[in-house]
DNA sequence: GCAATATTCAAAAACGTTTTTGGAGATCGG
DNA sequence: CCGATCTCCAAAAACGTTTTTGAATATTGC
């Protein structure tokens, strides 16, 4: 009859050099108390026999899977974020040169968030957590840090008493607004992006202390808050129109938002720029090609996602921080930061 | 002094209760032999104890991890490919509807994608398998078949003896190339995706193909193969004129060589559409906003994921198959596919 | 040359579950 | 009312590694 085809196990390559299982695990692992003659030898003996530990074995013995898990969020499944993959391969290739291992996985719904969280902590999937999307009061954060379970986050909370990396959005929200005002716009509307999150309040501060740092006060009618579907930008605008607030320019928290304005802008017959100035922010791929192009900001998120790889790198390494590091947008001139034209051609 | 702090485990379940640690095994997998107000008291304690089972443990004596990994190679992660999200939402969406978890890992180099599968393979890392980027003759592919490893490949073989989903690319190439003829143009070019894939070769013959049909001869110096970077289309127009081949319209692979040859054409004051007729392919998020539109073919990615999914699925659960299945894209007419000028204006 | 220390390896325990095995009590058919 | 069949659960084995423990041998210091 046929063997019961029994899975290759390291008993066959202890077997196979006439070693203990003990010491072909050790010299496999990289012990220091195994001769190199030996070790040698075991990995012959491995490679020849196709052997890999198995995996579940290993991490339950060990303890640990050599696993960073990111988790992402809603808004980045759903639409082509270059926020996403950018970011991703900066964190993979800082993880794979220490030996970990980078895992993905999707939070379709929001309120999965959490759960999906305690799943992979409390199961024991990974040795360390990556996340973005942070809020001012975050219960991910806190639930985190209460348990001790090591994680980085691509944004900050309130009180940032935690590891993060962030993008500073206080300084684009000021920059932005304050090229605005200094290109003659007195009154500049805000499209925010949804201040659920951290990042969208910063921005916001940044946009109003540009203002009163120029003695003009904020007006709460030409603050809207979006949220990340392709229409509200352009909603924005047109209750903006309506409503007869009349800003002449406009800073978008992000290109999305800013591409959706513009397509209403046409609508009412304002050209973006020329007519009401525009700074968005991400630069995703479109906003070099859309009309005149959009002035944005750029980030480097290559850079943001090896300093959050090795971050995370050093705190599985023990490093005990604080990890905590904010990092500058580029703002590229396009067509759409226009002075102010004291009114539109009819 | 104090506690050793011990990790919660099912036997903190079962002293709870009072039961054995098999029946809250049992109770907590969902067998049928368990009383209901057994499994009931189960879930309660679980539950009241936050206790959930280790992935490692349950992993290695089950023999499954329930874990679906999609392999992305490295052109996927280098660009903002709508490929790739949209696809894997569809994927994620049919394999957590069965209670699968969908895992993602990276392959930058070209040379690590086999090394990947095999450690994932090998060490038991997951239940299967799921890739694209299909060459003619694929080593992946050969070694899972060997093995009887569960996989879905997005893409064929020549064999094309396993279970695909595909676009069907000999359709595209031939409906573009046959579309631009009919518009009135005898020398269409073809700017190819890499060769060393199999849809490459699909389109390729798809128009050929369409030429012939219109007893039209494909002309090798019409044909050039672009490698993925932002560069080689605009390098293979350069090329065509150049040397004097004087395509009248092009049929481009993707969309991100038919804006890198866009641009090209712009240098030499040849005007997208007018002057060269242009079709692309994959309707990327740019294609809508460049110039006056770019004509290219939408496929439904969130169906062809979802279909993936389903597909593994069904393996995972013992249906034999075959799976295979060949999808249609839809063209997206713009204003990049004009009939022949005649020459154009100086 | 002898005790002390280093080096190298083997045996066995441990990791935290699920699965196998089997047994006690309840239910049923006649 | 008795044997047969079900229902529900407990005890123990098993999964394939890594880690702990300890012992044999080789090396060193004096």
Known sequence: MGEPARRLGIRDVAEQTGLSVS???RALNGYSDVKLETRRKVEAAAEHLGYRANFAASSLRSKQTNIVTFMVSKPWTKFVDPFFLSLLDGVELALQAQGYALQIIMAREHETEFEIIRNSVER?????????????EDERVEWLKARGFPFVTVGRTDKSDHDWVDVDHYRIGHMATERLIRLGHARVAHLATPLRYT???HALRGYRDALDAHGIGHDPALEIECYLSRKTGADAVTELITRGVDPTAIFCGNDVIALSAME?????????????????CDDIPVAAHVGMGLT???????ALGMLLGRMMVAKLGGDAGPHQQLIDAELILRGTDLPQSGGRAE
């Open 23 to 25: 010491t072909v695990s």
């Open 124 to 136: 024991g999937r990974c040795d360390g957590l990556l996340f973005g999307r942070t809020r001012p």
């Open 199 to 201: 990042y969208s309040n």
């Open 264 to 280: 209403a802008m046409r609508q009412f017959g304002i050209r973006p720029g020329p007519d009401m100035a525009l700074i968005g």
């Open 296 to 302: 944005t900001f750029r980030q480097d998120l290559d």
